[in-house]
Structures are given as structure tokens and as C-alpha cells.
């Protein structure tokens, strides 16, 4: 069970912003929510991460609801090589439990 | 800065042959270290962790095991491969116990035929 839910795909054109979307309608007020990346045939790669607060790093900002049932990961300008499948994840202790994630496309 | 180092990169084996992949982790200590599974077409899937030496958890039944002898190595065995086996092996550390950052190695894609 992975707690969230994902569009299995997505489609972005080069330049634009990406936004990917997740629910975590069960999530609690300590869980936080990850975000990793896996491009073809790579181990996946973190991302961002946050509890209740919006978050903003180098690669991506991370926008939660304030009743923290989802959130939204945006790329802000995304690329070709932007195309992987992004995960959505909330912890649950010592393990990262992936779910199917989305597939994005980036469109030239 | 902290690495993690997984070999073979692809391997290709019998069913029937035993398996050994190694994982190993520089520059940081005690860690908590993964196994995860892929299959083709499909999501990872973890296998197993270990919070310290010789101390691991298996999340699912299956042909495959796992060791710890050191801190920072980690070992996926199997005794027999079957075909079902087959798939993108990856493994990641994390330092810190509670809802830190998993890093991840590169992979070992493995055919069994």
C-alpha cells in the first residue's frame, strides 16, 4: 500500500512548467511527503521533501494543501532530460514504500 | 562526500546458479541500507533493510536473502535463481533513522535464463 495516488502519465512542453500532482488523503501531521525521480535504467533520485510548509530547492518546489491530503511537485522550466517517472511518497518509518509514480513526458 | 558502489552493473546467469551482489556505501556511518527490486515494466519493490550489521528485515517471502557483515556493506544472495528473479536490482542507503534522503546506486540488471 503506498498511500498515495498518482495519473499514471503525463505530457509537458519543453520550457513550460511541469506539474505533477499527488493525494495522500490518509497522510498524518508528522508524515512528510518525498519526492524522487527515475530516469531509464537509473536508480531513482531524490528530489524534495516537506511536512506541512511549501518548499523550494535548485531542482523543484513542492506546493501541500493545507489540510495536507495532496500536493503538487512543479518543475518550473522543464527539460528533455526532465523525462522520467516521479514518485510521490510518504514515509512510513524506516522504509520508502514506491507506488507506480508518473510517467512524464517532456515534449520538444 | 558520501558515495554508494553497486557490482556488477548487468550480470546474466542459469537458473539454478547461486547469486551474490554487493553493495557498498563511503564516506558516511551506519546507515541504513536497501535492497529494492524491479521488475521489467514495473515499480521497485523493496526487498530488504538493515538498520546495523547483521541486523536485516525482509519485507516480502522469496528465493533471495540478505547480509550485513559490515557497516557499510551489503549483500543480496540467492542459492538457486529462478526465472522470476530476473530484473533491476538496486541498492540505497540513508543516514539518519527517520524520514531521511534514500540515495541510490546505479543497479545490477540481472537475466536469469
Known amino acids: 500500500d503506498a498511500k498515495t495516488t498518482q495519473p499514471p502519465s503525463m505530457d509537458c512542453a519543453e520550457g513550460r512548467a511541469a506539474n505533477l500532482p499527488c493525494n495522500h488523503s490518509t497522510i498524518s501531521g508528522n508524515e512528510y511527503v518525498y519526492w524522487y525521480r527515475q530516469i531509464h535504467s537509473q536508480g531513482p533520485q531524490y528530489i524534495i521533501h516537506?511536512?506541512?510548509n511549501n518548499e523550494t530547492n535548485e531542482m523543484a518546489s513542492l506546493i501541500i494543501t493545507e489540510d495536507k491530503k495532496s500536493s503538487t511537485l512543479i518543475l518550473p522550466h522543464a527539460t528533455l532530460r526532465d523525462t522520467a517517472v516521479y514518485y510521490c511518497?510518504?514515509?512510513?518509518?524506516?522504509?520508502?514504500?514506491f507506488g507506480k509514480g508518473t510517467r512524464l513526458h517532456i515534449l520538444p | 562526500s558520501q558515495t554508494i558502489h553497486q557490482w556488477p552493473a548487468t550480470l546474466v546467469q542459469p537458473v539454478g546458479s547461486p547469486l551474490s551482489l554487493e553493495c557498498t556505501v563511503e564516506?558516511?556511518?551506519?546507515?541504513?541500507l536497501y535492497w529494492y527490486r524491479q521488475a521489467a515494466g514495473r515499480g521497485l519493490q523493496l526487498l530488504f533493510y538493515?538498520?546495523?550489521?547483521?541486523?536485516i528485515s525482509s519485507e516480502v517471502p522469496q528465493n533471495l536473502s540478505a547480509s550485513r557483515p559490515q557497516d557499510r556493506q551489503f549483500i543480496l544472495s540467492s542459492k538457486k535463481l529462478l526465472l522470476s528473479d530476473s530484473g533491476f536490482y538496486l541498492c540505497?542507503?540513508?543516514?539518519?533513522?527517520?524520514?531521511?534522503?534514500?540515495?541510490f546506486g546505479a543497479g545490477t540488471r540481472l537475466s536469469v535464463l
Open positions: 516537506g511536512l506541512k
Open positions: 564516506g558516511t556511518s551506519n546507515p541504513n
Open positions: 538493515s538498520v546495523g550489521i547483521g541486523q
Open positions: 511518497i510518504v514515509r512510513v518509518d524506516d522504509k520508502i514504500i
Open positions: 540505497a542507503w540513508q543516514q539518519g533513522k527517520l524520514r531521511n534522503i534514500q540515495y
